[in-house]
T-cell receptor, first 114, second 114 residues
Framework: GNSVTQMEGPVTLSEEAFLTINCTYT??????LFWYVQYPGEGLQLLLKATKADDKGSNKGFEATYRKETTSFHLEKGSVQVSDSAVYFCALAGRSGNTGKLIFGQGTTLQVKP | DAGVTQSPTHLIKTRGQQVTLRCSPKSGHDTVSWYQQALGQGPQFIFQ???????QRGNFPDRFSGHQFPNYSSELNVNALLLGDSALYLC?????????????FGPGTRLTVT
């Protein structure tokens, strides 16, 4: 079945450092891929998305490229801020992209120190 | 415009008891999905409701059941609670047949089973 694997955390960085959080997936067909962020005490928020191969999703300085050949969707940011401290989840939705069912990775905690 | 709301915020139950969690979708949404997020894990899809019927179900036992009301709000019921049911339960709302990424998550209900 479909699954998502992301790098284990926590990831601890200094402010302005470069961030990479790895995510790989297993899926039949061509899923849509997402990154969600969860701040303490809040629900999940969609950070960015890519719905087909080679698409690049971007938002708030974060980027991720849908790589079908390596089944990956790594999250990157050139310069992290303390306010980026949160838990980040990679997720996929099935081929049709509108079933409402998301499959999540286990999450990666990011801590950014001043 | 209120987003997705869930109640209660926290609750503590004893093994063997039953619990009901509630979710009000974002205004204009007609579909509700429920997820279980165990500590340190990503959310897992439980089931989805629209038109007052369960439409999709994840790999959860029959102890987990739900209901959707005519106003689109939803309940999640868990019978015969086990210690392993301790988790954050997330509700997400969306419009039927819209892309999966167009769903909004509530802040969750933290259930502790002792």
């Amino acid at each position: 079945g479909n699954s998502v694997t992301q790098m284990e955390g926590p990831v601890t960085l200094s402010e302005e450092a470069f961030l990479t959080i790895n995510c790989t997936y297993t899926a039949t067909g061509y899923p849509s891929l997402f990154w969600y962020v969860q701040y303490p005490g809040e629900g999940l928020q969609l950070l960015l998305k890519a719905t087909k191969a080679d698409d690049k999703g971007s938002n708030k300085g974060f980027e991720a490229t849908y790589r079908k050949e390596t089944t990956s969707f790594h999250l990157e940011k050139g310069s992290v801020q303390v306010s980026d401290s949160a838990v980040y989840f990679c997720a996929l939705a099935g081929r049709s992209g509108n079933t409402g069912k998301l499959i999540f990775g286990q999450g990666t905690t990011l801590q950014v120190k001043p | 415009d209120a987003g997705v709301t869930q109640s209660p915020t926290h609750l503590i139950k004893t093994r063997g008891q039953q619990v009901t969690l509630r979710c009000s979708p974002k205004s204009g949404h007609d579909t509700v999905s429920w997820y279980q997020q165990a500590l340190g894990q990503g959310p897992q899809f439980i089931f989805q409701y629209y038109e007052e019927e369960e439409r999709q179900r994840g790999n959860f036992p029959d102890r987990f059941s739900g209901h959707q009301f005519p106003n689109y709000s939803s309940e999640l019921n868990v019978n015969a609670l086990l210690l392993g049911d301790s988790a954050l339960y997330l509700c997400a709302s969306s419009l039927r047949n819209r892309p999966t990424y167009e769903q909004y998550f509530g802040p969750g209900t933290r259930l502790t089973v002792t």
